[in-house]
């Protein structure tokens, strides 16, 4: 990817070079983005706040070695993701019964068959948070990818190191998971 394109790539650049005030301006712009990935990602606070001071040590530790070879958002969403792997792998976090019994619960309320219980948009983005949640982990990480970052198939697969075409099933599956429990 050119530098020229991406006004982040350049401010890293910058940055690589001794200018403090452009790592400041990448870090006010990608700061919320990048939380709210984790967050929706691990879904533990504790671990979020980990896992967001990590990453940006490890921006700040890359900044010699740095090359605009992607958007510098996919770069960073990258080492995120990594960091995030890394962690998981070992132990994956699995939702308590109270936890699962009100997400089903929620999905499954005989109110919505009512007209006058219509749901609320945010009743709606609710359900399609706690379905996004209940997906493997993989999926999920595509679709918050896909929904909320909006990144290309290919982004998607530099981020996560999969393949297009993995990427493109992982999204697929998901969808479909997605389609089923929102019309249950």
């Known amino acids: 990817m050119d530098a020229a394109v991406d006004p982040d790539a350049l401010l890293m650049l910058a940055y690589a070079r001794g200018d403090l005030a452009a790592f400041e301006a990448l870090y006010a712009r990608h700061r919320g ?24 040590s490890r921006v700040i530790g890359a900044r010699e070695r740095y090359q605009p070879q992607a958007k510098f958002s996919t770069w960073l969403l990258q080492i995120a993701h990594n960091l995030m792997i890394d962690g998981t792998r070992r132990q994956r976090p699995m939702a ?28 709606r983005r609710r359900n399609l948070q706690l379905a996004i949640e209940q997906l493997p982990d993989e ?36 969808m479909n998971r997605l389609r089923e429990v929102l019309s249950e």
Do not use: C
Not at 34 to 55: A, C, G, I, K, N
Not at 97 to 120: F, K, N, V
Not at 144 to 159: C, F
């Open 139 to 174: 999926q999920r990480t595509a679709v918050l990818l896909r929904l909320e970052q909006e990144l290309s198939l290919e982004e998607i697969a530099v981020v996560t190191g999969a393949g297009r075409e993995t990427v493109k099933s992982r999204l697929r599956y998901a």
């Open 33 to 56: 983005m990048l939380y709210r990935f984790l967050l929706r990602s691990v879904r533990d606070p504790h671990r979020t706040d980990e896992l967001f001071q990590e990453t940006w």
């Open 96 to 123: 308590d019964g109270d936890e699962a019994e009100l997400a089903l619960a929620s999905l499954a309320t005989p109110e919505r068959e009512q007209p006058e219980h219509a749901l609320s948009a945010f009743e």
